[in-house]
Nanobody, 126 residues
Framework: QVHLVESGGGSVQAGGSLRLSCAAS????????MGWFRQAPGKERQLVAR????????YYADSVKGRTTISRDNTKKTLYLQMNNLKPEDTAMYYC???????????????????WGQGTQVTVSS
């Protein structure tokens, strides 16, 4: 089992920055990928960025590419999401997630992830 707890959300003005953190406990090395998703009211949960637990390879959604960096500190068992130049459309609940290695998974959708945090709210005002 993997337990995830997010922190670092808040309210910022457009153009501002936030760094989200996800403290993980449990058997982290069992995961293949760790990711950040977001969900705005009335919308589906969407992948923002993910990182290979062992490879370090990263993926970013087009909407955040160039403004966002995902990173991890394996010694601290912490996942980060640095978001810069925030826009009002970035407003959402942000979730940390972990995915086990399974066949036929591509790790771009929420259904491919097994472990979830409770979420942290990010609100960007114009």
């Amino acid at each position: 089992q993997v337990h995830l707890v997010e922190s670092g959300g808040g309210s910022v003005q457009a153009g501002g920055s936030l760094r989200l953190s996800c403290a993980a406990s449990g058997y982290i090395s069992s995961t293949a990928h760790m990711g950040w998703f977001r969900q705005a009211p009335g919308k589906e949960r969407q992948l923002v960025a993910r990182i290979g637990t062992h490879t370090g390879s990263t993926y970013y959604a087009d909407s955040v590419k160039g403004r966002t960096t995902i990173s991890r500190d394996n010694t601290k068992k912490t996942l980060y999401l640095q978001m810069n130049n925030l826009k009002p459309e970035d407003t959402a609940m942000y979730y940390c997630a972990g995915a086990l290695a399974r066949s036929r998974r591509y790790y771009y959708v929420a259904d491919d992830y097994d472990y979830w945090g409770q979420g942290t709210q990010v609100t960007v005002s114009s």
